[in-house]
């Protein structure tokens, strides 16, 4: 039964956020707000005239309903820290760049462009938009780091800070070299084609005696950038590759490149025609194109991150009852620190005051908050969720379970997989064909006419470099890549979109990966409930703020509140309110003093309720299932081999067993370590496989299997290292997201049998030993146009067939 | 026919200066970051609301 919302409610959206509005709605200038959080920027834009951030896109803001601390950013003003962080510093202004995870739309760029009209000691600040990066200059004299930080904060764009920052300067991904190379040989290409033309055209005898040296030497100069700065990097890798004994595909390239010039010079220098500088500058502008076109799809999608990203750049120390803050990497054993409500543990410590909730998802996955006792030992990679506490560390940062879990061998290791690219099967079999038609077309041909014998073996190795081949896969993969990121699903680099392709079984972790972080489920166990007592347990709870109260609220919502005689709510533990003379009690078994049912709480949150004394029975509150779940494995049934691994206990088994086909294996209370084991025992049987986990308990499972996606609810923040990042919103799609890399494997054979038919045309002119320099002119770019529309063209209609994205 | 050398420079000369602007651009950065100046040109500035007040 889906519960009825209130229509009324559903039209309340707040003005900043566009979140639904649940309570009353703050009113200012006519609009409504969800929270303070959002009404206070509202206020500070009204006043500083920025109010534009809303007339460019609606409802712009991030949702400040959970208030920044104040002391968060206190670590700021340590100078080591600083300096570590600052790019540039000269006696007046520094210069800063922030990664910025909220940042989302026009309007975002627009009002941290806008930054110097909030705060006048900043000097300018500059968005990247497709790197969520905002550079900012301020005078710090007038503006510590720290305040500049909370202004970000306080409207909404909380700069991203972590160990990483600390360990080392934001790397800028230089692809100028691949830039100015391209440049350069576009520049040749162009100019040669120029020159070449008056050849191709017929030139009268007089003229050709005066001008077609000219042209020729002039070709060989322009040639010579190309040759020797653009196609540099193809020469370093057949090398590199010829050393260790493989032929990868820039081997056929390297050797058709580097036949082409001695030939060309050769006809220049004698004076017998004009080469074939033409094609060896296009060839190489197109090669470089290809390689430009890959490495700009990787550039904007980057997600190498490690545990180091995601624990604070420092913590609060207390030292003689002191707070001092001290950067995570010098933390000693026996340092006491306070971690305040929503931190991370950066270390494995013990509880030493304080009321800990920890939230361990970032771990394991499972972000129901775990309670944990005083002199109980916390684990590093815990999100504290209640107020302060404080701990006393038993083990230096480096050493925790949590990074030893991601410094396992599992990870450091870089695991081949077994499954090889086209590209690379193909130019082994390839570069070996090709030699065997040169050397015999040279046999052939020097039993009669040695000249003839010469031209005819560089012939073959010109118009056979497989520029079309080297091609196909950066086109279709890098587009096929681009196409799944507008859906959501963001892939770690091109040869993923292939290995997708050969992916036979699929295993899938619960906890966050089948089961949704914010969605719960609500149900209730015991008698049937009479009106009035469903009346008396929501107007009851409707007093409260907890999040549990607010979904029994949800829950009864086709019901009136009534007012309560006296109320009062023991935080953290339950409420207590009177209607009349009826005591109504809702909260934790604790609470109402009753044993716990261990096998069903370890997975479920109960809430138990009692009218005068008298236990009704409890409501269960559990993780739903993702929207489609039933749909996406009925569709990934029919092409894959399923299995699930469950750190969870079997009590969701029967509910499970109904979803998953027969076949399947379901496997509980499973550690990280089983996961890995039962992934290598499917990897020695030859089986490829792609592990669909989120939390850290997965991560080594993502790194063994041959594909690793991890789904996350919000792409920026946590996920292990994966092969690919699911956002969850796409979850229902993973069934096409696999039928699409397949067909952009398909379109990669198709793109290979074309190159291959125009190498025939051109090997049946070369055999012959009568290529002349205008076929190679021709064929070359035209293979090359051909296969790069080709692939581009299909990797979007299949995409829009199998409709993986709306916003093609 | 003497023209075509003369021609032949001028053309190689104006492909330089391409070229070099080609280099410039990359050099300063116009080409790290193709998405937000297209959304930046478009922002108004809105300078009157300011001397109202």
Not at chain 1, 188 to 210: A, H, R, T, V
Not at chain 1, 498 to 511: G, P, R, S
Not at chain 2, 6 to 17: K, P, Q, T, Y
Request: with cysteine; net charge neutral.
């Amino acid at each position: 039964m889906m519960p009825v919302l209130n229509q009324h409610i559903i039209s309340l959206s707040c003005y900043h956020c566009g979140d639904q509005i649940t309570d009353v709605p703050l009113l200012v200038d006519d609009k409504k707000f969800c929270c303070q959080g959002c009404k206070q920027v509202y206020q500070l834009l009204a006043e500083n005239n920025l109010c534009s951030y809303y007339e460019i896109q609606e409802t712009p803001g991030s949702s400040l309903k959970a208030p920044v601390s104040e002391v968060k950013f206190n670590f700021l003003d340590d100078e080591e820290i600083q300096a570590k962080l600052v790019q540039f510093k000269d006696s007046q202004v520094s210069n800063i760049t922030f990664h910025i995870p909220t940042m989302h739309c026009s309007s975002c760029i627009w009002l941290l462009e806008s930054l110097y009209k909030l705060e006048k000691s900043i000097v300018y600040s500059r968005v990247d938009f497709l790197k969520r990066q905002v550079s900012i200059q301020f005078n710090h004299n007038r503006c510590s780091l720290k305040k500049l930080v909370q202004l970000l904060a306080s409207i909404g764009y909380e700069p991203a800070l972590n160990m990483n920052d600390l360990e080392g300067k934001v790397k800028v991904a230089s692809n100028n070299r691949l830039l100015y190379q391209l440049g350069v040989a576009g520049f040749c290409f162009g100019n040669i084609m120029l020159i070449s033309f008056p050849e191709y055209f017929g030139l009268d005898e007089f003229s050709k005696s005066k001008f077609s040296p000219l042209f020729g030497y002039l070709n060989f100069a322009l040639s010579l950038p190309t040759f020797l700065y653009s196609a540099n990097d193809y020469f370093k890798s057949a090398y590199k590759s010829l050393s260790r004994k493989i032929i990868n595909i820039d081997f056929p390239l390297a050797l058709g490149i580097l036949v082409m010039f001695v030939r060309s010079a050769y006809e220049v220098f004698t004076h017998q025609g004009i080469g074939f500088f033409d094609t060896l500058a296009g060839l190489v502008f197109f090669l470089l194109l290809g390689r430009w076109v890959q490495q700009r799809t990787i550039d904007t999608i980057s997600f190498e991150r490690d545990y180091k990203s995601y624990f604070p750049v420092a913590v609060a120390v207390l030292k003689e009852n002191k707070e001092t803050t001290v950067p995570v990497n010098q933390l000693k054993i026996g340092d006491r620190i306070l971690i305040r409500s929503n931190e991370i543990i950066p270390a494995d410590a013990l509880l030493m005051a304080g009321d800990a909730k920890i939230d361990f998802s970032f771990v394991t996955g499972e972000s129901k908050p775990v309670d944990k006792v005083l002199g109980e030992m916390v684990y590093a990679g815990g999100r504290q969720t209640a107020g302060n506490i404080e701990l006393e560390l038993i083990k230096p940062v480096s050493q925790s379970y949590l990074t030893q879990l991601w410094n396992a061998s599992q990870f450091t290791k870089q695991l081949p997989s077994a499954i090889e690219s086209f590209q690379t099967k193909v130019s082994r079999y390839f570069t070996f064909f090709l030699l065997a038609i040169a050397l015999s077309s040279f046999v052939f041909w020097s039993l009669t006419d040695m000249s003839k014998a010469v031209n005819a073996f560089t012939a073959v190795l010109i118009i056979a470099c497989p520029c079309a081949l080297a091609l196909s896969s950066p086109f279709a993969l890098g587009n096929a890549m681009r196409l799944l990121g507008r859906a959501k699903f963001y892939i770690k680099g091109p040869e993923v979109v292939e290995k997708m392709a050969h992916i036979q079984h699929l295993v899938f972790d619960k906890t966050g990966t089948l089961t949704q972080d914010k969605n719960f489920e609500i149900e209730w166990h015991g008698p049937q409930l009479i009106a009035y007592q469903q009346q008396y347990i929501l107007s009851a709870c409707y007093q409260s703020v907890h999040p549990l109260s607010k979904k029994i609220t949800a829950h009864f919502n086709q019901l009136n509140p009534i007012q309560t005689s006296t109320y009062f709510e023991i935080p953290g533990k339950g409420i207590e309110a009177f209607f009349g003379s009826v005591q109504v009690k809702v909260g934790s078994a604790a609470y109402l003093a009753i044993p716990v049912n261990q096998q069903i709480a370890s997975v479920q949150t109960l809430v138990y309720v009692a009218i005068d004394n008298e236990v009704l029975g409890y409501f269960a509150v559990k993780n739903a299932y993702r929207d489609g779940l039933q749909l996406v494995i009925q569709n990934l049934s029919s092409a894959f081999d399923l299995s699930l691994l469950s750190g969870d206990n079997d009590a969701e088994r029967n509910t499970l067993s109904k979803l998953f086909p027969a076949s399947t294996t379901l496997s509980f209370n499973q550690s990280p370590a089983d996961k890995m084991l039962y992934l290598d025992a499917l990897k020695k049987q030859g089986i490829y496989i792609a592990m669909i986990g989120d939390g850290l308990n997965d991560a080594g499972a993502l790194k063994v299997a041959d594909v690793g996606i991890s789904v996350s609810e919000n792409a920026a923040h946590f996920s292990p290292a994966s092969d690919a990042i699911m956002d969850a919103s796409s979850f229902y799609k993973t069934a096409h997201f696999f039928a699409f890399a397949k067909k952009t494997l398909t379109v990669i054979h198709f793109s290979f049998v074309l190159s291959l038919l125009y190498n025939i045309v051109g090997l049946s002119f070369a055999v012959q030993g009568s290529l002349s320099p205008i076929i190679a002119a021709v064929l070359m770019p035209l293979s090359s146009i051909t296969v790069i529309l080709f692939t581009t063209t299909m990797t979007y209609f299949y995409a829009k067939k199998i409709g993986i994205a709306n916003n093609l | 026919m003497e023209i075509m050398y003369f021609l032949i420079g001028c053309s190689l000369c104006m492909a330089l200066c391409f070229l070099f602007a080609f280099v410039w651009s990359v050099k300063t950065g116009q080409l790290e970051d193709d998405y937000t100046p297209s959304v930046r040109m478009l922002f108004d500035d809105k300078p009157s609301s300011q001397k109202e007040e």
